[in-house]
């Protein structure tokens, strides 16, 4: 992915703050959002155990509500067939015991003394139940400024509120590597294990031999068959293709060239290069690293800010 993300949360057992990983497929934006902090709502999908859901109604942060999920008594088979598949269970926990809750950082009107102002809302995607309402702004902040507890962590920025990453930038280029590589494997396999065609009729039209290697087997022919080669005859097979061979290579440095910088290229420089010229090769190689530090630098001084 793009990104990953970085949750702080308090630890009430440890009584510090602590830091929780967060994918990139469990945080959901807007489509019309242009960045992470400036998203008007975020979703942080979680996938919490029993024990731990009742570990959040004991200590409040939870409401104490009950979660069966609701009753279908016109489920029909397909449809039991797909909740098995999907492990939906009655009480709406799945096969491995979890249960998805999200949690919204969003701006929203629920009271009438503050208007619009942030929340955090925690929702049970089953029951659609709300289990948890919580202000996200300081009560002495009069302008109700959002405070952040999720921290992006950006490899490259894109259009739209996701950033993008190695495999988006070279996934062209890998897919068609991936399909030369898989036809050339193919062709070999094929080439190795090849079928036949064999002569209906007579008494050697219905038999059906098993050759084993480094083994020498009879072949009965009728009176009239007097060439093996008359009898069955291997279908032909291409060999795999030079051709596709140097298109995989094409691809590969096709790919590195997306991702690559001059940087590489110093070992094979001439060691009488001016001092002038290798610097700037040098200063143009670490470009968009310094971009990428310099986002991660921003990030890392978010994560001082929360935990401050």
Same mark, same amino acid.
């Given at each position: 992915?793009?990104?990953?993300?970085?949750?702080?949360?308090?630890?009430?057992?440890?009584?510090?703050?602590?830091?929780?990983?967060?994918?990139?497929?469990?945080?959901?934006?807007?489509?019309?959002?242009?960045?992470?902090?400036?998203?008007?709502?975020?979703?942080?999908?979680?996938?919490?155990?029993?024990?731990?859901?009742?570990?959040?109604?004991?200590?409040?942060?939870?409401?104490?509500?009950?979660?069966?999920?609701?009753?279908?008594?016109?489920?029909?088979?397909?449809?039991?067939?797909?909740?098995?598949?999907?492990?939906?269970?009655?009480?709406?926990?799945?096969?491995?015991?979890?249960?998805?809750?999200?949690?919204?950082?969003?701006?929203?009107?629920?009271?009438?003394?503050?208007?619009?102002?942030?929340?955090?809302?925690?929702?049970?995607?089953?029951?659609?139940?709300?289990?948890?309402?919580?202000?996200?702004?300081?009560?002495?902040?009069?302008?109700?400024?959002?405070?952040?507890?999720?921290?992006?962590?950006?490899?490259?920025?894109?259009?739209?509120?996701?950033?993008?990453?190695?495999?988006?930038?070279?996934?062209?280029?890998?897919?068609?590597?991936?399909?030369?590589?898989?036809?050339?494997?193919?062709?070999?396999?094929?080439?190795?294990?090849?079928?036949?065609?064999?002569?209906?009729?007579?008494?050697? =039209?219905? #038999?059906?031999? /098993? &050759?084993?290697?480094?083994?020498?087997?009879?072949?009965?022919?009728? $009176?009239?068959?007097? !060439?093996?080669?008359?009898?069955?005859?291997?279908?032909?097979?291409?060999?795999?293709?030079?051709?596709?061979?140097?298109?995989?290579?094409?691809?590969?440095?096709?790919?590195?060239?997306?991702?690559?910088?001059?940087?590489?290229?110093?070992?094979?420089?001439?060691?009488?290069?001016?001092? =002038?010229? #290798?610097?700037? /090769? &040098?200063?143009?190689?670490?470009?968009?690293?310094?971009?990428?530090? $310099?986002?991660?630098? !921003?990030?890392?001084?978010?994560?001082?800010?929360?935990?401050?």
């Amino acid at each position: 992915g793009g990104a990953q993300y970085m949750k702080m949360i308090w630890d009430e057992q440890r009584n510090r703050p602590r830091s929780i990983f967060v994918p990139i497929d469990d945080v959901y934006l807007p489509y019309s959002a242009t960045s992470f902090y400036t998203a008007e709502r975020k979703t942080h999908v979680q996938y919490i155990t029993r024990l731990e859901f009742e570990k959040r109604v004991g200590t409040g942060m939870c409401r104490d509500i009950n979660l069966v999920a609701p009753q279908e008594p016109d489920l029909t088979g397909p449809g039991k067939a797909n909740n098995k598949i999907e492990g939906r269970d009655s009480d709406a926990y799945d096969t491995d015991g979890l249960r998805t809750i999200f949690e919204i950082y969003a701006i929203a009107d629920l009271e009438e003394d503050y208007g619009l102002a942030p929340y955090i809302l925690s929702v049970d995607k089953v029951t659609g139940k709300v289990l948890s309402i919580y202000r996200n702004w300081e009560e002495s902040d009069d302008t109700q400024q959002e405070m952040q507890w999720i921290i992006e962590f950006p490899f490259v920025p894109w259009r739209g509120a996701y950033p993008i990453g190695i495999p988006q930038m070279i996934g062209g280029r890998s897919a068609a590597a991936t399909g030369a590589l898989r036809a050339l494997l193919d062709s070999a396999h094929i080439a190795n294990f090849p079928g036949m065609l064999k002569l209906k009729g007579g008494r050697e =039209g219905g #038999q059906s031999e /098993r &050759i084993d290697p480094t083994e020498v087997k009879e072949i009965e022919g009728g $009176a009239f068959s007097d !060439d093996i080669r008359k009898i069955a005859m291997p279908l032909p097979f291409n060999q795999p293709s030079e051709t596709l061979f140097r298109l995989l290579g094409f691809l590969i440095e096709a790919g590195k060239g997306v991702v690559r910088t001059t940087l590489e290229d110093i070992a094979e420089n001439s060691a009488n290069m001016p001092v =002038g010229t #290798q610097l700037a /090769r &040098i200063e143009q190689g670490l470009t968009v690293f310094s971009a990428i530090h $310099a986002r991660l630098h !921003d990030s890392m001084g978010r994560t001082l800010r929360v935990l401050h």
